[in-house]
């Protein structure tokens, strides 16, 4: 094997927007792409046309700011300094004020084993490591070693790695400095932050490609995940309907029992907005057919389900079975659209449906085909498309190395299949369902999946260490700009007890997206399933989802305005409190920008928890602890440990039955009493349509003034109605309060915890409360 290190620079180059150095094997090419971010790539072969699939974002075209000093060459930016080391060829990035942020191992910096290309860091004496989206493991990752290969691992561990997604970006933290580094490499990849090298080095590499970086120097981990999602995409609004809660199973086998799980949860009254069909729709699982003995009227089914205010989601997997008279495969082999050997003979791997070809989804007459198909169940009305098996899953995994497509062998674009099929279901829904949002679920993703697709975790298991592992991958996905994701409520694989159902139901009650699933085979999961005691509780919680709505929109308004995630590792807000990294702590989350949770496992009934600096109240009962101290709480199955924020302002609604019920129009504004001014901005659009992007919404900023006693809304922005005519003010954390003023007009008040004062009409003018 041949083995060699970056060497010295033989000739320096500017070819704006880029510095360009040349050494005896390779060229390394700088680029500015903002303030805080840095792109370096460095490669031996000649240089090809730029392609990214995650990145969105051009270099910068404002003149390069650098001097030579002889030795080094020293590129500046107002946030970052580049010290660029000439002989050898090494890279340190440092803040503006010259505090060293991320250098380049001396002796290895960048080095080609063969093909691979690896990337030897300096490790620093307490650098901690979070990010790479859907990974395993702690909080902190230092002392790990990470692959990214997508992978289908049903019965994956609390360690299995790989998984079934690639988000090759870290966010690192030391000497109380934070940077970010993505690396945009597309083949098998590997991050290994000081495991094995006796805390000398921390590296990053892949099998082959180029040494692609971009380098963050944000001084936030809030501001490197905004400035991460501003380079390779943010989500749209999802559809308002997919964020109440979703139903699934594989498979509910008729329409007839589809109907019937619709029907019973309105029977008991218990909300939910969507129904799934898994892969037994389908006749001999062809994508884009429907059994016509199990689901003979597919509109007819959906037409009742709408009634009911459900929406179908159907799901889809990328094989296309082999079989004469089957359009997708007649016109798939007529046009060239499958993957093939070198030779050009189409791949066979089986899946489902037996013998199956690949789409190549890298070749856009390919995308616009498989788009176009999706009129088979956009016609009798579905909305969301659940793109499965997308790693791309074969039986045994072995799609051989050599398969292609088009010019690309499978193991240079393997990572990032599942993300191209995504985007090609939304952009193919995105134009047959006209001005509506689809719905895209998938498994397999790649940095800049969130434009187009929510993500779910794969196939967890019902037990109490999935309950917090499903969390950490949660919480992990939100560093890497994936807000839209869910875990399969209950587990996957086996039976979950009673106890754990309820548990992971009220964990479900604060996951960005809230769906029930389960295996062939395992017990039935619907809330009615677990006696009436068990049902009683996960209808409240299901209940208390949807009266939080207002605030989970406006947050999931706020995650398409700076790709900060819904749920929020302590790391992001609290990120040089050691405590949040500990073990018993590490699971704990922020939901939105005013409340704290705390996963449990299903077999405790209290909880040691930890709430950083500052004030907090138990989001039920009211009680107020004092925070950067940990405390041992009481967490029955009925009530997760939840806290809010002293100032927290959280904007709810009465219980409704589905997110299309009109409800009763009150929008009520929770907030906390505490000695920090607070805002939040409250955002409203139609839910089901690009309208607001015309301006067609409704957001106004609700200011908490507590040294003025005073509570502002400004005026509306945009043109879209609210839902909600009048208000109701909660104040949590006062003495009894009767009288105040309302836009300056005295009115007597009487609102304490939970016992608001009368409705208020809401106008689009400012409002202002003197209490
Ligand atoms: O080989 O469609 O992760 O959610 O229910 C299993 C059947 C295929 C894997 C998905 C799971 C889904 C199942 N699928």
């Excluded at 809030?222 to 109440?244: F, H, K, N, V």
């Excluded at 008729?254 to 029907?263: C, D, P």
């Excluded at 689809?438 to 794969?458: D, H, N």
């Amino acid at each position: 094997m041949q083995v060699q290190t970056l060497s010295e620079v033989t000739h320096i180059n500017e070819t704006p927007p880029q510095l360009v150095f040349t050494t005896a094997e390779a060229e390394a090419r700088v680029s500015v792409y903002s303030a805080a971010v840095i792109r370096i790539q460095i490669t031996r072969q000649p240089q090809e046309p730029d392609h990214s699939f995650a990145v969105i974002q051009s270099p910068s075209t404002d003149k390069l700011q650098y001097h030579d000093d002889g030795a080094t060459m020293e590129l500046s930016t107002s946030a970052l300094k580049l010290i660029i080391h000439k002989a050898p060829l090494r890279f340190s990035f440092y803040t503006a004020g010259g505090k060293p942020l991320n250098e380049d191992d001396r002796r290895y910096g960048v080095n080609w084993q063969g093909e691979r290309v690896i990337n030897y860091k300096k490790l620093y004496a307490d650098e901690k490591f979070i990010g790479l989206g859907e990974k395993t493991g702690p909080l902190n990752r230092r002392g790990k070693h990470y692959v990214n290969w997508n992978s289908d691992v049903p019965n994956h561990t609390p360690e299995s790695d790989p998984l079934y997604e690639t988000f090759p970006f870290y966010i690192g933290l030391h000497d109380g400095l934070t940077y970010g580094l993505f690396f945009d490499n597309t083949h098998k990849s590997y991050f290994d932050f000081g495991a094995s090298t006796d805390e000398q080095m921390s590296w990053f590499g892949a099998d082959g490609g180029d040494l692609n970086y971009y380098f963050f120097g944000a001084q936030s981990v809030a501001q490197i995940i905004q400035d991460y999602t501003w380079l390779t995409g943010r989500m749209e609004m999802p559809p308002l309907w997919s964020l109440g809660y979703q139903q699934c199973r594989w498979s509910y086998m008729s329409a007839q029992e589809v109907l019937e799980v619709a029907e019973n949860f309105r029977k008991y009254q218990i909300p939910a907005d969507v129904l799934y069909c898994d892969i037994d729709y389908m006749e001999d699982f062809k994508i884009f057919t429907w059994n016509k003995q199990t689901f003979p009227e597919p509109k007819a089914m959906i037409d009742r389900l709408k009634a009911m205010n459900f929406n179908l989601v159907t799901i889809v997997d990328p094989g296309i079975k082999v079989e004469k008279g089957y359009p997708q495969y007649d016109e798939g082999v007529d046009k060239g659209y499958f993957a093939t050997y070198p030779d050009g003979e189409k791949y066979i791997g089986e899946v489902w449906p037996g013998r199956c070809h690949f789409p190549n989804f890298f070749n856009e007459e390919v995308c616009n085909w498989w788009g176009a198909s999706f009129n088979a169940l956009t016609e009798p009305g579905v909305t969301g498309f659940w793109n499965d098996m997308n790693e791309p899953a074969v039986w045994n995994q072995n799609m051989p190395w050599l398969v292609k497509f088009g010019d690309k062998y499978m193991p240079e674009v393997r990572n990032v299949y599942g993300m191209e099929m995504a985007r090609a279901t939304y952009e193919g829904t995105r134009k047959t369902l006209g001005n509506q949002r689809p719905f895209v679920l998938t498994r397999a993703a790649y940095s800049g999946t969130q434009r187009y697709s929510a993500v779910w975790t794969g196939d967890n298991t019902a037990n109490d260490e999935h309950l917090l592992l499903g969390q950490r991958l949660v919480n992990s996905l939100g560093v890497t700009g994936m807000a839209m994701v869910g875990v399969d409520i209950g587990g996957f694989s086996g039976n979950p007890t009673p106890e754990l159902m309820v548990r992971w139901n009220s964990l479900g009650v604060y996951t960005p997206m809230f769906r029930n699933h389960a295996q062939e085979g395992t017990i039935y999961r619907e809330p009615w399933q677990w006696g009436e005691d068990n049902m009683a509780i996960i209808k409240k919680d299901i209940e208390l989802r949807y009266r939080l709505l207002p605030y989970i929109y406006s947050g999931y308004y706020q995650s398409a305005q700076t790709g900060l995630p819904l749920s929020r590792t302590l790391a992001i807000n609290y990120t040089q409190d050691e405590q949040v990294y500990e073990e018993v702590y590490q699971n704990e989350f922020e939901f939105g920008d005013s409340m704290l949770v705390a996963p449990v496992i299903s077999t405790a009934n209290t909880a040691d928890v930890y709430l950083p600096e500052g004030q907090w109240y138990r989001f039920n009962t009211g009680e107020q602890y004092a925070g950067g101290q940990n405390y041992t709480v009481a967490a029955p199955l009925t009530d997760l440990p939840v806290f809010v924020k002293a100032g927290a302002i959280i904007p709810m609604q009465g219980v409704v039955q589905s997110t299309k019920d009109a409800g009763d129009g009150i929008l009520e504004l929770h907030i906390w009493n505490g000695d920090k001014e607070n805002s939040f901005v409250y955002y409203e659009d139609d839910g089901q349509t690009y309208d607001y992007q015309q301006g067609s919404y409704y957001k106004r900023t609700i200011h908490f003034n507590p040294a003025g006693r005073q509570i502002d809304l400004s005026a509306v922005e945009g043109s879209y109605l609210s839902k909600y005519a009048s208000l109701k003010l909660v104040m949590h954390g006062y003495d009894e309060l009767t009288s105040s003023k309302f836009n300056d007009q005295p009115i007597v008040f009487n609102f304490v915890d939970n016992e608001p004062q009368d409705e208020l009409v809401i106008t689009n003018d400012k409002m202002k409360f003197v209490y």
